[in-house]
């Protein structure tokens, strides 16, 4: 049974950073894809990041691009989500997916497969 587990959310200041992990477990996905979504109250899920295959292809959403770095310790079989520079808007429940295939320049979420239970990040202004 694969299961994706998130942590390091919580209530920080606007300029702060937080760094979210994804430990996976019941199944490794070092050659398939990972990736970061976020929903808002009252929004729809959308993509935050990813990183697909063994060579650790990065995609970002616009809105977090030079502000945030995903990454991958394929030896603990978990995905990081480095994010700098927080802002409000960025305050969501921030869930971690994953899927066994090469989902390359996908922002989709129905492309994921697997999910976790996702972790609050909250940025106070």
């Known amino acids: 049974q694969v299961q994706l587990v998130e942590s390091g959310g919580g209530l920080v200041q606007a300029g702060a950073s937080l760094r979210l992990s994804c430990a996976a477990s019941?199944?490794?996905?070092?050659?398939?894809?990972m990736a970061w979504f976020r929903q808002a109250p009252g929004k729809e899920r959308e993509f935050v990041a990813s990183?697909?295959?063994?060579?650790?292809?990065?995609y970002y959403a616009d809105s977090v691009k030079g502000r945030s770095t995903i990454s991958r310790d394929n030896a603990k079989n978990t995905v990081y989500l480095q994010m700098d520079s927080l802002k409000p808007e960025d305050t969501a429940v921030y869930y971690c997916?994953?899927?066994?295939?090469?989902?390359?320049?996908?922002?989709?979420?129905?492309?994921?497969?697997?999910w976790g239970q996702g972790t609050q990040v909250t940025v106070s202004s």
């Open positions: 997916a994953a899927d066994r295939a090469l989902l390359l320049r996908s922002r989709g979420l129905y492309d994921y497969t697997y």
């Open positions: 019941g199944r490794t996905f070092s050659s398939g894809s």
């Open positions: 990183i697909v295959g063994s060579g650790g292809i990065t």
